[in-house]
């Protein structure tokens, strides 16, 4: 019987040859001293970098395997020296190190909002470098920034996005089934540290693994050398599919990270980002761009909300939410009837209905083991309601005492409606790795900046606009962690109870890191290196959204609108039509991830998907043995 994919990897034994199985320890040894003063040092090293690459290039990649990865070597580096110097050290297992790398993503998570660029925004700067003869910009709308309310608004909003999805992280790792694919490589590098190698096929994955990682190291330091300014040249902006689908991001970036990512995301996942590339860079935005100067004025940059930028995020937005919202529902659904009927089967859950980790009837002892440790240790709903909504009651208090055009119903609005977006976008990670809470906290900016207007508008929406990045980002953070510590087999207990602590570690941390390049450099000047390109952008959207949404372009109301229903209507056909015909229909989630950020990356991962299925159909052992390892490898040494 043909071998689970990476099965080794992803449930190592401590020994062979028919001997017991590793003893898993209980979810309070798993949380330890030494874990917590390593998770610290790496929270802070990684805010630093964080507020670096976000005040320069305005991107940041994922940075989970890195934490993985690092927490292993201190660690380690810690137990090697104590048994030299005859001190007693207890033994490091991979759920301690998950433990580690959880606390650590928990924490340099919340530096995009201890920091972020809605908080620049916010700053005499940014009103200065705007101009004050740009219309909207009224020297009322602006808030120092300030050390002291800066922390106090972050621990407030910070903890809301671990209790809102809590519930459903059953729904989305063993129901679903979603890949999360950095949660799932870092828990293959984790677990490749800790197998032992007698293992005959676990020895060749990690072998396997090892050497992907420095392939994908090395080829990515390559590249370094030869980027040019901006997209001027380099592998990165290389135009090998001819200049003209280049203009138009249609380009493979030699991206190892992206390349990994489709060989973990099923083909149907890939396929369909692929489809979402040419339907809006193939043939919606040229098709608008032929209108400049009708539907929207033809001299405005490329980031504009004004112009056709506006039309790509409302419109990603749209078929985002109508694919989440729909799936939200069908949640909500089942899981009342099982609140009623606690016999009735739920595996007519998953959309993504082939199984992302080989689960199946070929491992059942092994699936039943994971799950039993898995759901053990659950938080119970109640437990997460009640959290939620003192939470909720807390800064609907405080929050207006911040921000007082952000009144106290406006609050409790974004409270009412973030974790049905909060599982959106933790969705849309789980299928693509991708987390888009900058695009919904657009949609908090927007909202609330129409509805108070220009009276206080603008700071009301950079305000709303953290409160809703906060809450989905942080959930979005939430289930790749719990992915990770399902392959692992580490407690979810564990697991939320480090997300608890990276995160109020991350409330002051984040701040203060972020303070000294504030006080140590000219932060938002154009002439200088931290240039926090994303800061104006985020004043300018919330100028245009306190005008009302009649500022809208043209048509671009009802193409979201269209693109709304069209998400809808293809998750009912996905329901309806049996599996043979549904496993080809396209996911409208994926589909909208290249609508805002470009082709580029559905090319490297169809290129991943395309080597994937001729692997198979070389030899579908190997690949089943062998393509996550090789996937892990280019993710890890991509992101190191």
């Known amino acids: 019987m043909e071998t689970e994919i990476s099965e080794q990897l992803l ?27 390593v998770s610290a040092m790496l929270g802070t090293l990684f805010c630093i970098l964080f507020h670096k690459l976000n005040l320069t290039v305005g991107v940041v990649p994922s940075l989970n395997i890195a934490a993985g990865l690092l927490g292993f070597f201190f660690i380690k580096s810690w137990t090697e020296f104590a048994s030299r110097m005859g001190l007693s050290a207890a033994p490091f297992t991979r759920q301690e190190n998950t433990v580690i790398q959880t606390r650590v993503v928990a924490c340099f998570g919340l530096a995009g909002n201890g920091g972020g660029s809605y908080l620049i925004a916010m700053d005499e700067k940014i009103y200065q470098l705007i101009g004050a003869d740009y219309p909207g910009n009224r020297a009322a709308d602006v808030k120092n920034l300030g050390l002291g309310w800066m922390i106090v608004f972050l621990i407030i909003i910070s903890f809301l996005g671990l209790f809102s999805l809590v519930p459903l992280q059953k729904v989305m790792i063993l129901d679903y089934k979603l890949a999360y694919p950095s949660g799932t490589a870092t828990a293959m590098l984790i677990n490749s540290f800790h197998t032992n190698s007698r293992a005959e096929l676990a020895g060749k994955q990690v072998s396997c693994l090892g050497k992907c990682l420095s392939i994908s190291l090395s080829w990515s330091c390559f590249k370094w050398f030869f980027n040019g300014i901006g997209d001027s040249c380099g592998f990165d902006h290389f135009p090998g599919l001819g200049l003209t689908l280049f203009k138009n991001t249609f380009y493979f970036d030699f991206s190892p990270t992206y390349v990994g990512c489709g060989l973990i995301c099923p083909h149907i996942v890939n396929c369909s980002v692929l489809l979402g590339a040419i339907i809006s860079w193939g043939f919606l935005w040229p098709f608008i761009s032929e209108h400049a100067g009708d539907w929207y004025p033809a001299d405005l940059g490329s980031n504009d909300f004004k112009g056709l930028y506006g039309y790509k995020v409302f419109i990603a937005i749209s078929l985002t939410f109508g694919d989440g919202l729909y799936n939200l529902i069908k949640i909500t659904r089942i899981t009342v009837k099982e609140m009623f009927d606690e016999g009735s089967n739920t595996s007519n859950l998953p959309i993504i209905t082939e199984s992302l980790d080989g689960e199946s009837s070929k491992i059942p002892m092994e699936q039943r083991k994971r799950d039993h440790i898995f759901l053990k240790d659950r938080m119970p709903f109640w437990f997460a309601a009640s959290g939620y909504v ?79 990045t906060s809450i989905v980002s942080t959930a979005a953070d939430l289930m790749p962690d719990f992915k990770t510590g399902y392959l692992t087999s580490s407690s979810a207990k564990s697991m939320f109870a480090s997300q608890l602590v990276g995160t109020a570690m991350g409330c002051v941390i984040a701040p203060l890191t972020f303070w000294l390049f504030w006080t140590a450099f000219d932060v938002s000047s154009p002439d200088g290196p931290y240039k926090a390109p994303n800061a104006v952008i985020c004043r300018e959207m919330a100028i245009l959204a306190s005008e009302g949404f009649s500022e809208l372009r043209k048509n671009c109301l009802a193409m979201c609108l269209g693109f709304f229903v069209a998400a809808l209507v293809i998750n009912l056909l996905r329901d309806m039509t049996p599996k043979t015909v549904s496993q080809f229909i396209p996911i409208p989630i994926a589909m909208s991830i290249p609508f805002y950020i470009g082709a580029y990356f559905a090319i490297d991962m169809f290129v991943g998907t395309v080597i994937l299925f001729f692997w198979e159909r070389i030899n579908e052992k190997d690949a089943e043995d062998y393509a996550k390892a090789v996937a892990s490898g280019l993710i890890c040494g991509d992101g190191i």
């Not at 800064?395 to 609005?413: A, Q």
């Not at 009412?416 to 900058?438: K, M, Q, V």
């Not at 700071?459 to 953290?466: D, E, K, P, Y």
């Open 11 to 37: 449930h190592p034994r401590k020994s062979v040859g028919g001997e017991s199985e590793e003893s898993i320890p209980q979810w309070r040894d798993q949380i330890t001293a030494r874990a917590l003063a």
């Open 390 to 468: 003192g939470l909720v009651a807390i800064s609907t208090v405080t929050i207006p005492m911040i921000f007082p055009p952000l009144r106290w119903y406006l609050v409790l609005c974004l409270y009412i409606i973030a974790p049905a977006l909060a599982f959106c976008n933790s969705y849309g990670t789980g299928l693509t790795d991708y987390n888009l809470s900058s695009t919904y906290g657009t949609i908090g900016l927007f909202v609330i900046a129409s509805l108070v207007g220009s009276n206080g508008g603008v700071i009301a929406g950079l305000a709303a606009c953290g409160v809703m």
